[in-house]
């Protein structure tokens, strides 16, 4: 049973004094002790909060500061784009005395479909013996005669030399490590071991979240992410610039998601899902500011060096951020959690109605919800592991909807990232492209809530697949290089990115809660699959036909949202609980 309002008005005012010796005051004058609570009156943490405040100044700071990681995290998420670029580039032509390089190119690069030099092919050449470059300077220009080669314009082969366009890039892991022609698949590693980085970190930082409480796993991993950022700008080959990526990525989760899970649980049932959706502002920040930088800094190493400069100030972050008490009561850590609750309340201006039996009421709730520790060996705990996964395909109903969660947020990943990686292959500013996208996500968060809980969930989440697809889909039919293929691309990306913003919310209703965790974490993991797949898809599908990579993402989102017809609505209906909730037709 809630605390009810109107006892806790009803209180005297009081004040807790600061003790070293006693971690359960607080700073205050001395004035009467209010009236006790019934103990059966707070029954969870959600009554602790209720009393101390939960939603007010002590949870502003928590999510102010908790929330700065998704900044830092949007740079080196999707600074690929820059960092990764792939330059213009041809084959490198012969020196020849007379010839400009221009005349060079002409004469021994053939043209590919677009009208470009061809990337990593060139007519055909066999060099003459005896030639001079006496008889180079008799002859006329136009004269084939004079090049020190026989030029067979009917065959073409491969060049091992190759020269790039710098008006844009001086410098991007592609022209450091010459990963083109037949290395160019390595280019996109630089962002799939990024992801794939994410998806090892997600449960290994859960785990430790779990066990050592949100703000040292947040120290933790922002230690890594602060070493890993330079190392990825100081490697001295490819192989220790994917290890960095892969720390750097592996790290993310451990900010982002730790800080996310430390801010909901910071804040009252009623402000949990705003405060979901604001805190993806600061990412939707970082994503803007990327491309400013990225405009002064050409060189990729500074660039790199430049964005990961910021990251120091999650060590100001961690100092000055509390651990969860929600945490530290299913821990048994009363104390410490009385005194971070005594100064929420203090924050809040809710000091004065703090009961004068609080600490007996925080006990209370610490030995509910302490969970029963049951010593389990890492054989049973893969066995259990195993077993959950192995559950959420046993029965038709609930195997078909964690089927199609998996194929969703799979398409949702990898076109969410692939359009924002996209801008080469829409033949347009890659910088004004980047920052419009970063824009796009504010309005994508906003509109979700009040669409959801006027419509409904099923409706919407397939309505923002469906239009996607089309919207993607109807840019093919338009001539290339026209801005309105822009346009459409990032209708598309404003759409996707509010089916990534519902899918985590709609995951969690139609999966029982037995076998939530499972089921969620399980489809987060696939939809990894997605992202780390993107780069591929725009980098080698794209060199082969610019449009490939639209017609895949459209596809992928549209097939989606036919699909996502076999899930259930879940607005306004109480979520299910056993598998046996899922099968019933009134889940």
Not at 172 to 197: E, K, P, Y
Not at 283 to 292: C, D
Not at 346 to 362: D, T
Not at 398 to 410: A, E, G, K, N
Request: with cysteine.
């Amino acid at each position: 049973m809630k605390v009810r309002e109107s006892k806790t008005s009803q209180l005297r005012p009081i004040s807790v004094h600061s003790d070293t010796n006693n971690d359960r005051n607080s700073v205050g004058s001395e004035e009467p002790e209010t009236s006790s609570l019934d103990i059966q009156e707070v029954e969870s943490f959600e009554d602790l909060l209720k009393i101390c405040g939960d939603a007010g100044w002590w949870q502003l700071r928590v999510f102010l500061l908790a929330s700065f990681c998704g900044f830092l995290t949007a740079l080196q998420n999707l600074v690929y784009a820059f960092i990764g670029a792939i330059p213009n580039h041809w084959c490198r032509p012969p020196q020849v005395p007379g010839y400009s390089v221009n005349d060079l190119k002409n004469l021994t690069i053939p043209l590919d479909k677009d009208g470009e030099y061809g990337k990593c092919v060139q007519f055909k050449r066999t060099m003459i013996d005896n030639w001079t470059e006496v008889s180079n300077v008799a002859q006329s220009l136009t004269n084939l005669t004079s090049l020190p080669f026989h030029l067979d314009r009917n065959q073409t082969e491969f060049c091992s030399e190759v020269d790039f366009d710098t008006s844009e890039f001086t410098s991007t892991i592609v022209t450091d490590f010459n990963l083109i022609c037949g290395s160019r698949g390595w280019a996109s590693v630089i962002q799939a071991v990024f992801m794939i980085g994410i998806l090892f970190g997600s449960p290994i930082f859960g785990s430790i979240s779990d066990t050592i409480g949100r703000r040292k796993t947040i120290l933790i991993s922002s230690l890594i992410f602060i070493m890993a950022g330079p190392l990825v700008a100081l490697s001295p080959n490819f192989t220790t610039l994917m290890i960095a990526r892969f720390i750097l990525g592996a790290s993310t989760p451990g900010i982002y998601s730790t800080s996310f899970v430390l801010v909901i649980e910071s804040v009252g049932p009623s402000w949990r899902g705003v405060t979901g959706n604001l805190f993806c502002l600061p990412f939707a920040f970082g994503y803007m500011a990327l491309p400013g930088v990225a405009y002064f800094f050409r060189n990729w190493r500074h660039l790199q060096l430049v964005l990961s400069a910021p990251s120091l100030l999650q060590i100001f972050v961690c100092w000055y951020s509390s651990e969860s008490p929600r945490w530290l009561l299913r821990k048994g850590r009363v104390d410490e959690a009385e005194r971070i609750l005594l100064n929420a309340a203090n924050a809040n201006g809710r000091i004065k109605y703090i009961p004068s039996n609080f600490h007996q009421l925080v006990q209370n709730v610490a030995s509910v919800g302490a969970p029963e520790v049951v010593k389990t060996s890492w054989l049973q705990k893969i066995q259990i592991i195993f077993s959950g996964h192995a559950q959420l395909f046993k029965t038709p109903k609930l195997r078909t909807r964690i089927l199609v969660l998996y194929f969703c947020w799979l398409s949702i990943s990898m076109v969410y990232y692939g359009v924002a990686l996209n801008s080469p292959n829409l033949s347009t500013d890659r910088y004004w492209y980047t920052f419009l996208s970063g824009l796009l996500e504010i309005p994508s968060y906003a509109m979700v809530p009040p669409l959801i809980k006027f419509i409904g969930r099923r409706l919407i989440f397939s309505a923002f697949l469906l239009l996607c697809g089309l919207s993607l889909l109807s840019s093919l039919l338009i001539t290339q290089g026209s801005v309105l293929i822009v346009v459409l691309a990032l209708v598309g990306k404003l759409l996707i990115g509010a089916a990534y913003a519902l899918i985590y919310l709609y995951a969690t209703e139609v999966i029982p809660t037995l076998l939530r965790t499972f089921g969620v974490g399980s489809a987060s993991m696939i939809g990894r699959i997605g992202s780390a797949s993107a780069p591929f898809i725009v980098d080698l599908m794209g060199g082969q036909d610019k449009r490939n990579p639209t017609l895949v993402f459209g596809l992928f989102s549209l097939v989606a949202g036919g699909i996502s017809f076999l899930l259930p609505e879940t607005k306004d209906k109480r979520l299910p609980e056993t598998i046996a909730d899922v099968e019933t037709d009134n889940f």
